[in-house]
């Protein structure tokens, strides 16, 4: 718990001293036939000779909020996506307040509020079943206290209407390339070359390409520390629909939106409601037994029941539904010495940087962050002379809270995954006790602690950014 009590002293300090104080620049691709709609996408937009040209790599959440952040900041933006089109395909994703509050900012189509789930309540079992603390009108505490819902989506619903907002912005989509190269120093600009041969050119390119980022190995060349490391967990992920549900009970469950988290010991699940209760959300997230090259392959239903077969009967009902599942090794690296590199043409956000175990449901919700700070920066950018400000300026906001929510999410995982023991014991009377105590430690569920929750929930990204800025003057200066 030390680590949650270090970065919310320093979020303490800060707080105080507030009191106290009171797309691409012309695309170089080689001419071609018109496109086909899994190839490029490109809604209208204008240009300006003071635009910025950005390409990002990935049409993931953490790219689809940079492209939207940045076009909403007046820069030409192109997207460069490997997958052949954004498809229909993922798992349950929960959106924390600091995440919603950026979707509405950005305005994403209102039809994606529809398809989300609004859990009431929140319970934290012991893992047989019992409640050990519930959180009731969760919903509406979410609300009241940061102006913004706490909503359970899935993820194909979110990229879709990142998507949608992105392409009426006007940002240009490359699908089905796939990066080879990068070229980027000892340069201004930045020169990416895709397998299929294509070039572009641009003023900045963002690395939103996830866990095993090309971008990143460019960054860093192809060494150790340029790869991803395991945790030591995995995870199996489930997603159920009414229609695979017989029992009524079950069906009920679904219907009305709660979250459940079953802990210990050595291993937790977390299960909660999507598509405004037509869908459930399992992860169970277990000590890691994949092979060490392996990063995903397809389980044992059998193993994987047997492994939670002395748990909560409620949780083996919901597992008794599946018939087919895949376990993910999660990983994580270690700490970049800097998310941009010296010629101020690469910038990187999200997994690319700073990939987390998904324990506090903020790796999607951090992406959400780095985006909307990233881009808003760079709307006040009016000149090229003024980029390389503006991007240590992103990192000098993001990459502290980036980092401290990967390591808090190691401590989530130490109070959710305890072995029976005294220390055990203990933690599910600080549970059974709920979050109203005078104590220096992080409530076991960070999810409902007085502490830990404000710090995650209540950071408003854009404002942060808006305070950066507001500290170098108007427009940003081009020295540091």
């Known amino acids: 718990m030390g680590v949650v009590l270090s970065l919310l002293r320093k979020h303490s300090d800060k707080k105080k001293a507030k009191k106290a104080a ?6 170089t691709a080689a001419p071609a036939t018109a496109p086909e709609m899994t190839k490029t996408v490109t809604s209208s937009g204008s240009s300006s000779d003071e635009r910025l040209s950005i390409i990002i790599v990935g049409a993931g959440l953490g790219g689809l909020g940079a492209a939207i952040s940045c076009a909403m900041g007046g820069h030409n933006v192109r997207v460069i996506e490997q997958a052949k089109e954004i498809s229909e395909i993922g798992a349950g994703l929960q959106i924390t307040p600091n995440g919603s509050r950026l979707l509405q900012h950005w305005k994403v189509p209102e039809a994606f509020w529809g398809t989300v789930a609004e859990p009431t309540d929140v319970y934290v079992h012991r893992f047989a079943g019992d409640v050990l603390y519930r959180e009731e009108d969760f919903n509406t505490r979410m609300r009241s206290k940061y102006g913004a819902p706490f909503v359970d989506v899935h993820r194909a619903d979110l990229q879709q209407a990142l998507y949608k907002r992105a392409l009426e912005l006007g940002v240009t989509f490359s699908l089905d390339e796939r990066v080879d190269s990068l070229d980027v120093a000892g340069r201004t600009d930045a020169s990416l070359t895709t397998v299929s041969g294509k070039t572009f050119t641009a003023d900045l390119v963002i690395g939103a390409d996830g866990l095993w980022s090309q971008c990143r190995k460019t960054f860093l ?22 229609d695979d549900i017989r029992d009524e009970d079950l069906r009920q469950w679904v219907r009305n939106p709660t979250v459940h988290f079953w802990i210990g010991p050595g291993a ?6 999507l598509r405004n209760g037509e869908m459930y959300n399992i992860v169970l997230l277990v000590p890691d037994t994949l092979p060490g090259e392996v990063s995903k392959e397809t389980a044992s239903v059998a193993e994987m029941q047997q492994l939670f077969s002395s ?3 409620t949780l083996q009902r919901f597992l008794g539904y599946v018939d087919s599942v895949d376990k993910w090794k999660l990983m994580h690296m270690e700490e970049l010495p800097h998310w941009v590199n010296d010629e101020a043409n690469l910038v990187f956000l999200g997994d690319a940087c700073h990939p987390m175990l998904p324990y506090l449901a903020q790796g999607a919700n951090s992406s959400l962050e780095d985006g909307a700070v990233l881009g808003t920066l760079l709307a006040h950018v009016k000149e090229k ?22 390591r808090e999410t190691f401590a989530q995982r130490a109070d959710f995954h ?28 960070r999810w409902n602690c007085p502490k830990v929750q404000p710090w995650l929930y209540g950071y408003d990204a854009i404002a942060e950014a808006e305070k950066a800025v507001a500290k170098q003057g108007q427009p940003i200066q081009a020295n540091l």
Request: net charge neutral.
């Open 418 to 445: 305890m072995v029976d023991c005294e220390a055990q014991v203990s933690r599910d009377q600080v549970l059974r006790a709920g979050p109203g105590w005078e104590t220096q430690s992080a409530f076991p569920s």
């Open 22 to 27: 009171a797309n691409t620049n012309t695309a």
């Open 311 to 313: 748990w909560d009967p």
């Open 221 to 242: 060349g192809d060494t150790p520390r340029s790869k991803p490391i395991p945790t030591g967990d995995l995870a199996y992920r489930i997603v159920l629909t009414l």
């Open 268 to 273: 937790h699940a977390v299960g909660y409601s």
């Open 385 to 406: 002379a003024q980029l390389k400000t503006a991007l240590h300026s992103y990192e000098a906001v993001r990459k502290q809270r980036g980092e401290a929510i990967v």
